[in-house]
């Protein structure tokens, strides 16, 4: 199947059983990803705890950094392999768990000070459930607009990919860096 | 006058009887705190100072309620359902329950100890627990008020331990509180007691049935699945009420069959049977119960209560094991057999016309469990482990890689990989990459569409991994001994042993079991002091290095400097809470009895211990957790338990949120943000190890000992994060704190970067802290304790 079609077909929940009774994630395109965070105000980009052990989408943030301007908060870990390439994250010591709680927080002035993020990208987490707890309160407790470009459907998000297999889902990371 | 028991009939009055039930002969040991017994709202005010400060955080599982009949409500964006409640709140509330199911298994647990203990020994029977603890209750003083001499004080104490959960489970009905931070408080209520209740069941089993009782050099215990001996009749027990296991143990050596039948367990029944007889082993957490029961390597299996697999007997039924339930709170629908002829009961069992039988008197199972075990050894031959190497190919021949078991694994572990891989090249290896991170729960064979066998294809594909997995565990050794205390607690107090770290709870870790081992090996490597329990501290046991020696065989069993301390079960988490009161009663000389809020504040400001939680699951983990943080104990827990739904952290840019009442200076001040949260997961071992070392600061830390947490805090998040971390400035309240090596090149960052001003001739720090560094520094954020050492009044 081609990577357009899977971007149309109804896909999986990461674990079935994570339902609700609101509405799920849209699908969303590579192209689409790149044009919202071109137009967000204040983007920020979350990186998990998988950059540890994928070279390749460590090299996905670097691009898309250096291609958009993105600012990174980095989480479980994922700091060092992006600082020996050269990124300052903006924050490297708080988990996903404190960084969504200061999200959820609309007097929250960001680590840069200029005020909290109009749209939070996730990537590289290894632990689907964990991040869609947090894409669930950032659902019902925040006006932050969410992504998820991880490998697994997050129904929590507002927009995420479908499930992609290994081979797809770089192609489809690096659709995001040809716009 | 000589109160006793009993009844009086006065002669001058008539029809008039006065009954006198319960003597209390307390001596005054030490005047009552303000909060004896205290109920729902007595310690709310503390529980607001907390909650003004770690901001509760709700992460939805679901968002609708259907508890009653005006529902289902659709709750999303924390709309309000039909009662009115809105979605955070509705949160609040389950948390308040899965507390409560938590609280309400260890006071089960602990009536059913005392009650038992009572019946056998009396009332009267003495709480020693040896000449090296005196502080025997730390819990019970600090909440209840009483020091128990007997078990049948215990009692009282379970009455209003009971009394009170039913109270807070009444507020969960419909129509009750309508803020989550009454809820929330009502938690943190259920977490205090219940570990009150965990030290009534420790202690009471401690000493009835002559545990070690503070023994750093507890005896080491056989653990792992490779210590099952496929040779020998095997008695496997499972859960956490030792009193069937206790009677098997008896029964063997009255018979003397010690050596001819083993008695392995798994979870707390495990560790409390090895407390009670070290020749038994432990083959570990709930994760292996599967692994065990398919084997087909135990001839019985006995459960009692908590953790046990709701399809025990099934699976048992399959491999033809049959199960003696023992439990009232896990009958598994068999029939009761207690007063039956055990002759008879037996014959029905090994010949497999009962399947399992139910038998509620824990001192009738040690004969019937041991008799089955032996003829169905005798009767079983030889057979292989999981299954044979020919089935083992047919089942991954099935597969078709739809992938459905990848969705249905709590760790999205690819199976469907390793089957593919298996099937096309006859490689079984790839199995033995998912094996240590396998919670062995068979959720992927439910979603099978093939029915394919997987867990038994997992386990037999790595058989020589899993009997490779053997090791030492320390045997639970209960309280923390006053003596030890009054050498750490200055130490600790001050911050120069830089942290208590406290690895407990339930094995759904996110990734391989070994992750556990390495994030504490590092901290027994600097030197703080690791305490743990349950299911972490067996998976410890069977952490080892390349000579074979596991952690306990490396580092001693003292609660100081680098020890490594087992307490015991899941019970045994009070003796961690109460290692952290006696600090506050031996070396700060502060009251315990009744005096819950003043110790609390106590620990959270200058107590450096930190909980890790790397894999709870159960109710349980929730409420021991939250009864942790009302004592001022942060935990840092696994992925996993985001799905608890709430969490407490703190936002270390709110300044006004962080002060304190200095009882020195009779100011209230600003203070750094340490700890800056009470519960916080990790996502990476990485990620846990750099939060445990950040919140064991604390305020009161002295320079000496902030300087030692900063170093630790620093080194670990270079070496893990690749980087200072983001936020140790805050830390920094005079150039002492700084790490001596790194004290130039920090001192230059605080000027570049934080805009503080520097001396550069005398290298001293001139402005930019938070507050500035006072050695009487003496916090607290409680009115009436900074009114009671400063004899001033403050207006509220």
Same mark, same amino acid.
């Given at each position: ?6 971007f149309?077909?109804?896909t999986?929940?990461f ?6 009774a609101?509405?799920c ?8 990803v ?17 950059l540890?052990e ?9 691009k ?6 993105i600012e990174i ?10 600082i ?12 996903l768990?404190y960084?969504?709680?200061?999200l ?6 960001g680590?840069?000070?200029k +005020?909290?993020y ?5 990537? +590289?987490?290894?632990? *689907?459930y964990?991040?869609?707890r947090?894409?669930?309160?950032? =659902? ?8 998820s470009?991880?490998?697994y459907?997050q ?8 499930n ?6 770089y ?6 860096l040809e716009? | 006058?000589?109160l006793r028991?009993?009844f009086?009939?006065l002669?001058?009055?008539?029809n ?5 039930g319960?003597?209390?002969e307390?001596d005054e040991?030490?005047?009552m705190g ?5 109920h729902i709202l007595?310690?709310?005010?503390w529980?607001? =100072?907390l909650?003004?400060?770690? #901001?509760p955080?709700?992460? *939805?599982m ?7 009949t005006?529902?289902p409500?659709e ?5 309000? +359902?039909?009662c009115?409640l809105d ?10 329950l899965a %507390?409560?199911?938590?609280?309400s298994s ?5 009536r059913?100890l005392v009650h ?5 020994f009396?009332?009267?029977y003495p709480?020693d627990?040896?000449?090296n603890?005196n502080?025997?209750?730390p819990?019970?003083r600090?909440?209840? !008020? ?9 009692e009282?104490v379970?009455?209003?331990v009971?009394?009170?959960?039913v ?6 009905h419909?129509g009750?509180e309508?803020s989550y931070?009454?809820y ?12 009150v209740?965990m030290?009534?069941a ?8 002559n545990?070690?009782k503070?023994?750093?050099d507890?005896p080491?215990?056989?653990?792992g ?5 496929p040779?020998?009749?095997v008695?496997?027990v ?11 143990v /008896? ?6 069959l010690?050596?001819v039948?083993?008695?392995?367990g798994? %979870?707390?029944?495990a560790?409390?049977t090895?407390?009670?007889?070290p020749?038994a082993?432990?083959v570990?957490?709930?994760s292996?119960e ?6 087909g ?6 459960t009692?209560?908590?953790c046990?697999? $709701?399809?025990t007997?099934r699976e048992c ?6 199960v003696?339930?023992t439990?009232?709170?896990?009958a598994r629908?068999?029939?009761?057999r207690?007063? #039956? ?6 014959e029905d069992?090994?010949?497999?016309? $009962?399947k399992?039988?139910?038998i509620k ?6 004969e019937i469990?041991?008799?089955v075990?032996?003829e ?12 044979s190497?020919?089935e083992?190919?047919?089942?991954v ?12 694994c709590p760790?999205?572990l ?7 891989h298996a099937?096309?090249n ?13 919670i062995? %729960? ?10 394919i066998?997987?867990v038994?294809?997992?386990m037999?594909?790595s058989?020589?991994q899993l009997? $490779?997995?053997?090791? =030492?565990s ?10 030890e205390?009054?050498?750490v ?11 208590v770290?406290?690895?407990?709870g ?5 990734r391989?079991?070994?992750e556990?081992?390495q ?11 690791v305490v ?5 501290a067996?998976?410890l046991?069977?952490y080892?290095d390349?000579e074979?020696r596991?952690?306990y ?7 100081d400097?680098?020890?490594?301390v087992?307490?015991g079960?899941?019970?045994a ?7 952290a009161?006696k600090i ?12 819950y809020?003043e110790?609390? /504040?106590?620990?959270?400001n200058r ?7 790397w894999?709870a ?11 942790f943080?009302?004592? !001022?104990?942060p ?15 703190g936002?270390f840019?709110?300044?006004e949120?962080w002060?304190v ?8 001040m600003p ?7 009470l519960?916080?997961?990790? #996502?990476t071992?990485?990620e846990?190890?750099?939060?445990? $070392?950040?919140? %064991?600061?604390?305020?009161?830390d002295t ?6 947490k ?5 080194e670990?998040?270079?070496k893990?994060?690749?980087?200072l971390?983001?936020d140790?400035?805050?830390?920094v ?7 001596? =090596? ?8 605080l000027?570049? #970067?934080?805009g503080?001003?520097?001396d550069w001739?005398?290298?001293?720090i001139l402005?930019? *802290? ?5 050695a009487g520094f003496?916090?607290t ?11 001033e009044?403050?207006?509220?």
């Amino acid at each position: 199947m081609s990577l357009d079609k899977v971007f149309e077909k109804v896909t999986r929940i990461f674990n079935p059983a994570d339902v609700q009774a609101s509405k799920c994630a849209s699908i969303i395109k590579p192209k689409v990803v790149a044009t919202m965070i071109k137009k967000a105000k204040r983007p920020i980009l979350i990186t998990g705890g998988k950059l540890l052990e994928d070279e390749r989408i460590v090299d996905f943030v670097v691009k898309l950094h250096e291609k958009t301007g993105i600012e990174i908060l980095t989480t479980g870990g994922s700091s060092k392999p992006l600082i020996e390439r050269g990124i300052k994250p903006l924050a490297t010591v708080f988990t996903l768990h404190y960084i969504t709680q200061y999200l959820l927080d609309p007097n929250w002035k960001g680590f840069d000070g200029k +005020g909290n993020y109009d749209l939070a990208v996730f990537v +590289g987490f290894t632990t *689907p459930y964990y991040l869609s707890r947090m894409l669930s309160a950032l =659902k019902h407790f925040s006006k932050v607009n969410t992504i998820s470009i991880c490998e697994y459907y997050q129904p929590h998000a507002k927009f995420s990919f479908p499930n992609l297999n290994e081979d797809m889902y770089y192609e489809a990371l690096n659709m995001i860096l040809e716009v | 006058m000589d109160l006793r028991e009993g009844f009086i009939v006065l002669d001058d009055m008539r029809n008039v009887t006065i009954r006198i039930g319960k003597i209390v002969e307390e001596d005054e040991w030490e005047p009552m705190g303000p909060t004896p017994r205290p109920h729902i709202l007595d310690l709310r005010y503390w529980d607001q =100072k907390l909650l003004e400060r770690y #901001e509760p955080f709700y992460a *939805p599982m679901q968002d609708f309620c259907n508890l009653c009949t005006m529902g289902p409500c659709e709750l999303s964006h924390n709309k309000e +359902g039909a009662c009115g409640l809105d979605l955070k709140t509705q949160k609040a509330r389950l948390v308040v329950l899965a %507390c409560l199911i938590g609280a309400s298994s260890h006071t089960a647990h602990a009536r059913h100890l005392v009650h038992y203990l009572i019946e056998k020994f009396g009332p009267d029977y003495p709480i020693d627990l040896g000449s090296n603890v005196n502080i025997e209750a730390p819990n019970i003083r600090l909440v209840f !008020g009483i020091r128990p001499k007997t078990i049948g004080d215990l009692e009282q104490v379970l009455d209003y331990v009971e009394q009170e959960l039913v109270r807070v489970l009444h507020t969960t009905h419909t129509g009750q509180e309508e803020s989550y931070l009454d809820y929330e408080s009502k938690a943190l209520h259920v977490g205090m007691l219940d570990h009150v209740a965990m030290e009534v069941a420790d202690i009471a089993q401690i000493v009835a049935f002559n545990y070690p009782k503070g023994d750093p050099d507890a005896p080491l215990i056989e653990t792992g699945f490779g210590v099952l001996d496929p040779n020998k009749p095997v008695i496997l027990v499972i859960g956490h009420n030792i009193l069937p296991a206790r009677n098997i143990v /008896d029964y063997l050596e009255e018979h003397g069959l010690e050596d001819v039948v083993e008695v392995a367990g798994l %979870c707390c029944t495990a560790i409390d049977t090895t407390r009670y007889d070290p020749k038994a082993k432990i083959v570990g957490t709930l994760s292996f119960e599967l692994r065990a029961i398919r084997s087909g390597i135990p001839d019985v299996v006995v459960t009692d209560e908590q953790c046990i697999r $709701a399809d025990t007997l099934r699976e048992c039924s399959k491999m033809g094991i049959p199960v003696v339930a023992t439990s009232e709170a896990s009958a598994r629908g068999l029939l009761d057999r207690t007063h #039956e002829n055990p002759d008879v009961i037996i014959e029905d069992l090994v010949s497999g016309k $009962a399947k399992g039988v139910l038998i509620k008197d824990p001192d009738k199972v040690g004969e019937i469990a041991v008799r089955v075990a032996l003829e169905i050894r005798k009767r079983r031959g030889k057979k292989e482990l999981f299954m044979s190497e020919e089935e083992l190919k047919a089942e991954v021949q099935k597969c078709t890689g739809c992938a459905r078991c990848v969705f249905s694994c709590p760790h999205n572990l690819r199976i469907d990989v390793a089957m593919q891989h298996a099937k096309k090249n006859g490689d079984f290896s790839k199995f033995k990459e998912i094996e240590p991170s396998c919670i062995a %729960c068979g959720r992927c064979e439910q979603s099978c569409p093939k029915g394919i066998r997987i867990v038994d294809v997992i386990m037999k594909s790595s058989l020589d991994q899993l009997k $490779a997995k053997t090791g =030492k565990s320390r045997a639970g050794r209960g309280p923390i001994q006053d003596v030890e205390i009054r050498k750490v607690g200055q130490p600790i107090v001050m911050g120069t042993i830089p942290g208590v770290i406290a690895p407990i709870g339930c094995p759904n870790y996110p990734r391989a079991r070994e992750e556990l081992g390495q994030i504490i090996e590092e901290f027994l490597k600097r030197r703080y002091i690791v305490v743990t329990s349950g299911c972490h501290a067996m998976d410890l046991g069977m952490y080892k290095d390349e000579e074979g020696r596991s952690l306990y065989e490396k580092y001693p069993g003292v609660f100081d400097a680098g020890g490594l301390v087992n307490v015991g079960s899941c019970v045994a988490n009070s003796h961690i809470s109460g290692a952290a009161i006696k600090i506050a009663a031996i070396f700060a000389q502060r009251p315990l009895r009744g005096n819950y809020a003043e110790i609390a /504040d106590y620990i959270l400001n200058r107590i450096g211990a930190v909980g890790l939680a790397w894999g709870a699951y159960s109710q349980k983990a929730a409420s021991i957790a939250t009864g942790f943080n009302r004592l !001022g104990i942060p935990a840092v827990v696994g992925p996993h338990s985001a799905k608890y739904r709430r969490a407490y952290i703190g936002k270390f840019w709110k300044k006004e949120k962080w002060w304190v009442y200095d009882i020195k200076s009779r100011k209230k001040m600003p203070v750094e943000p340490a700890p800056d949260a009470l519960l916080v997961c990790a #996502e990476t071992k990485e990620e846990a190890i750099v939060q445990l $070392a950040r919140l %064991c600061i604390r305020p009161a830390d002295t320079y000496l000992g902030r300087q030692i947490k900063l170093t630790h805090y620093i080194e670990l998040s270079q070496k893990y994060l690749g980087c200072l971390p983001d936020d140790w400035h805050l830390y920094v309240r005079t150039e002492a704190d700084l790490p001596v =090596k790194m004290r130039d090149q920090l001192l230059k960052i605080l000027e570049d #970067e934080h805009g503080w001003k520097i001396d550069w001739k005398n290298k001293k720090i001139l402005e930019g *802290p938070i507050r500035p560094y006072d050695a009487g520094f003496n916090p607290t954020l409680v009115e009436h304790v900074y009114e009671k050492y400063t004899g001033e009044k403050i207006v509220r």
